[in-house]
């Protein structure tokens, strides 16, 4: 018994004696090597950005796959840029540069340039570089980078400022949405990133490729915007300033949204001058001018203080007022543009008389304008899906004591009246208050996307507004005057015969010239379209009525829209 348990314990003994010969003696050193030297990177691979469309599929955004050279950290480094400047023809001192100001970390490859030749990466892969990793990297792409730029907006890398973001997932290598669409969806488009698992030594050298996962493209969106007609409303603004909105007038689905100036947000990745440029630029460029420019709204507010004075009792379609040419209350005089003697109240809306609505303001008061102004969207957001959307402001005389730590006057609720003054509103919110004289009373949401991916995205909301439909009736009858009628204020308009109804202003801002409004809705009778356009300091409405022909005409000679 004792000689078979010595053989087996020497067996036993032999086998661990050889296995430490193989791993020690044999092959000792590479494990050695390996323990010691080797280690574990982790490589983010970006995922695709979902690509985003217009309403009837048409791309708008696109991902073009550029090839981005990367090294990892060593000593070897200097030698390796000049293997690769002699393979590329890039200058090892640009090559070192792009080094310096990319380096984030010793076990992250850092960027040292980005191209699209194939050739350059076939044969970089031939010389077979240890430090060296090729990763494809989607670039954004704007089919129309600046008719549509402040809609899609623009991304960028991340940076340094961004480090609270890792724990909600992302990493410094991937772009962000940082304005427009693409920040609104951004934890849509963005998709989930996958990852490279590899082997290096000590000197950064890549050894073999332990493990590979993946990166899942982010979700496709498609937008409630017609391509063609946002294009055709871009170039209606022609060389003036300012915005053109055309919306469904009973969902706020919004069919276009043109800005000018703009910008071409594809450069924004390449040139930090180019967005110094814009960002300094005194035209503003940047600015979404549909939902963050705040203007005096000028006589387009008429048809507000008109429906509240009907509202509460003050009027009646038939009630009077003489109009001399100007309005005067002890010392001050309140101008009109024209003398035009009695006028009632269609004939008030139709000729856009002052002194009307400076009769009305008195009968109703400062606070009672103030309460119609907000109940038809006014001095708050509209809930459109773009970041960074302003308020306005409705003022009132508890806002004035509240704010200025003023009186409120008389003064102040006839410029109100005509909606100059404190008042303030955007293009989207005048559009969005139109569109319940369109839809007879419903308060609605703009909003600029249909679908994620396969899901259609529901209506957004719709507020009743309570007003009485027979007041909606009086106030859209002036409307469709100022057009119909040859001495109506927007009747060049009528040309289209497209049965618009609409209204104009001409708010005077100081030291500069007057901005120039438009705001109206067709088909009169069944109203799908509302259409508001504003032109900075074009002296008059005129002006902005000419964008709106421009813009409609354009439309019906293309054959999207048809006479009624």
């Not at 799908?528 to 008059?540: F, M, N, P, R, W």
Request: aromatic share 12%; with cysteine; hydrophobic share 35%.
């Amino acid at each position: 018994m004792l000689p078979t348990i010595k053989k087996i314990q020497t067996a036993a003994f032999a086998i661990i004696i050889s296995g430490l010969f193989y791993y020690q003696a044999v092959n000792g050193n590479n494990f050695l090597t390996r323990a010691k030297s080797n280690f574990i990177r982790l490589i983010p691979v970006d995922a695709p950005r979902g690509l985003i469309y217009d309403t009837n599929g048409k791309p708008l955004v696109e991902n073009k796959l550029n090839f981005n050279i990367c090294l990892f950290n060593s000593k070897e480094k200097n030698k390796t840029f000049k293997k690769i400047s002699d393979i590329t023809g890039i200058e090892t001192k640009v090559l070192s540069t792009n080094f310096r100001k990319n380096f984030l970390a010793p076990f992250i490859p850092t960027p040292i340039f980005i191209t699209d030749d194939r050739e350059k990466i076939i044969r970089l892969e031939e010389a077979n570089i240890p430090q060296l990793i090729v990763r494809l990297t989607p670039k954004r792409r704007t089919v129309y980078p600046y008719s549509f730029a402040h809609i899609i907006g623009y991304t960028r890398k991340l940076s340094g400022k961004d480090l609270f973001l890792k724990k909600y997932g992302y990493h410094l290598t991937e772009e962000s949405g940082y304005s427009g669409i693409e920040k609104s969806y951004n934890s849509y488009l963005r998709g989930t990133s996958g990852g490279t698992q590899i082997e290096v030594d000590a000197y950064g050298n890549r050894i073999g490729i332990l493990s590979e996962k993946p990166p899942l493209p982010g979700k496709n969106i498609y937008l409630t915007i017609n391509s063609q007609i946002q294009n055709s409303a871009y170039q209606a603004l022609g060389k003036f300033q300012g915005s053109i909105i055309l919306i469904e007038a009973e969902t706020g689905r919004i069919i276009a949204m043109a800005n000018k100036p703009s910008f071409n947000s594809d450069l924004f990745l390449d040139s930090k001058e180019y967005f110094r440029k814009l960002s300094q630029s005194r035209r503003k460029p940047l600015l979404n001018r549909a939902i963050q420019a705040e203007y005096p709204l000028g006589s387009v507010f008429k048809p507000v203080i008109t429906i509240a004075a009907l509202e509460e009792g003050s009027i009646s379609k038939n009630t009077r007022f003489f109009c001399p040419g100007y309005f005067k209350i002890k010392d001050a005089v309140f101008k009109c543009s024209h003398t035009h003697g009695w006028q009632n109240l269609i004939e008030a809306l139709t000729h856009s008389c002052n002194v009307f609505f400076y009769n009305l303001g008195i009968r109703i008061g400062g606070k009672k304008i103030a309460y119609y102004a907000k109940a038809l969207g006014f001095g708050r957001l509209t809930g459109i899906d773009l970041p960074f959307e302003k308020k306005g402001l409705v003022p009132s005389p508890q806002w004035k004591q509240k704010k200025l730590r003023q009186k409120w006057y008389t003064g102040d609720t006839i410029n109100f009246a005509i909606g100059q003054g404190y008042f303030l509103t955007t293009p989207i919110q005048t559009a969005i208050m139109m569109c319940v004289f369109a839809n007879k009373g419903y308060l609605i949401q703009p909003y600029l996307v249909k679908q994620i991916g396969d899901i259609e995205i529901p209506l957004r909301k719709k507020e009743l507004t309570g007003l009485k439909m027979k007041d909606i009736e009086i106030v859209n009858q002036g409307l469709r005057q100022a057009v119909e009628d040859e001495t109506g204020t927007a009747h060049i308009l009528e040309q289209l015969n497209l049965r618009i109804a609409g209204k104009t202003g001409t708010p005077q801002v100081k030291s500069k010239s007057a901005h120039g409004w438009f705001s109206g809705f067709f088909p009169y009778k069944k109203p799908k379209y509302v259409i508001t356009v504003i032109l900075e300091h074009a002296g008059s409405s005129y002006q902005a009525c000419k964008a709106a022909y421009r813009f409609l005409n354009d439309l019906k000679e293309k054959g999207i829209i048809t006479e009624q």
